[in-house]
């Protein structure tokens, strides 16, 4: 039962250092901001559920924070893009 939750905790731990190397390596705003949010999202998400199974205790806890996660990371993520996406129209 312990294997499961480490397994889903490296995973998400993985996701998100790949979401960041990918950002280091491309230049362009709008895909490293792809990068970023979705990886961030996935991994986060992931590291909830590894808690979510280590410690059923809490289980409503982490489900609240894991909807917080997959509610707020895209809303920023695309409030970001606009941002970008207007500025790089004004030049």
């Not at 905790?9 to 950002?23: D, K, P, R, V, W």
């Not at 990886?39 to 409503?60: E, K």
């Not at 993520?77 to 941002?83: D, L």
Request: glycine share 6%; net charge positive; aromatic share 8%.
């Amino acid at each position: 039962m312990d294997l499961l939750p480490n397994i889903i905790e490296y995973s998400g731990l993985a996701i998100i250092a790949f979401g960041t190397i990918c950002m280091i390596f491309y230049k362009e705003d709008l895909v490293k901001l792809h990068f970023s949010g979705i990886s961030d999202t996935v991994g986060i998400s992931l590291l909830i559920v590894a808690q979510i199974l280590r410690n059923p205790d809490h289980i409503l806890k982490w489900l609240l924070l894991l909807l917080l996660v997959l509610i707020t990371g895209p809303i920023a993520t695309m409030a970001i893009s606009k941002g970008i996406f207007e500025r790089t129209q004004k030049k």
